[in-house]
Each structure stands twice: as C-alpha cells, then as structure tokens.
C-alpha cells in the first residue's frame, strides 16, 4: 500500500496547537461540518472509524508526504502546519511491521503532479516485494 500524503485522522485537533486565535473556529468549523471539506464527509465520524479499526499488520507500506507547505490566509502557520502533517503521516508507520516514510521535498498536496517519479517508484518497490 502507499499513502500519498494521506489525511492523518484528527489533524484538525492538531492545528490548534499552533493557530492564532482568529483561525481557531474557523479550522473547527472545517473540522465539524461536511459541507466545507471537498469530499463532504463527516471528518469527525470518519477519522472515529479510522482509530476504532486501524491495527498494525505486515502489509508493505510506504508513506510519502509533501516536503512543502500549502499557503492558505493570511495569518495561517503553514510550517508550522507542514511539521505537524509530517510527524502526524510519518506515525501511519506504526501501521505495518514493513512500512517506509519518505518526503517529497520539492511537492506540496499534489505529489501526484509535482513529482510523480517519486509516486512510481513507491509504487514499483511495492510491486517487486518491498526488497525481498
């Protein structure tokens, strides 16, 4: 399995740590209601889903994750954002006992597009068995 920047469940929660206080309802608000996320869903009863269920198992996994920041308001922390993404993706590795972390350094959101040989070749070491 490889993650492409993969939505670490609460993430939102993990924002707060370091969002100004004019930013805070509106993240929560993302968080708490459907219509505002692209793919409305319940974030909240998803990500729920998500930690009830998620156990480690041996499926290869590869974890890829932007090394760039997205540029949202004015105001918003996006480093500091990008570092909590990071350390919150690189933490899908407690998923499998053969997993990989890597960063795209030069990709934002869209590694797909940015830098697709980093997604193929992922995609490639799974296909020939993680190393075997």
Do not use: C
Request: proline share 5%; aromatic share 10%; net charge negative.
């Amino acid at each position: 399995m490889v993650l492409v920047d993969a939505a670490p469940e609460y993430k939102e929660l993990a924002y707060e740590k370091v969002l100004p206080e004019n930013l805070l309802a509106g993240n929560r608000e993302y968080f708490e209601n459907p219509m505002l996320n692209s793919e409305k869903i319940d974030k909240i009863q998803s990500y729920k889903q998500i930690a009830d269920y998620s156990k480690e198992s041996d499926i290869p996994l590869s974890i890829i994750t932007r090394g760039l920041p997205d540029n949202y308001e004015d105001g918003w922390p996006s480093l500091e954002i990008l570092k909590i993404e990071q350390s919150l993706q690189a933490e899908f590795q407690r998923l499998s006992t053969s997993s990989k972390f890597r960063i795209a350094n030069r990709s934002g959101h869209y590694i797909h597009h940015d830098e697709p040989d980093i997604v193929i070749e992922e995609i490639l070491f799974m296909l020939k068995g993680m190393g075997k």
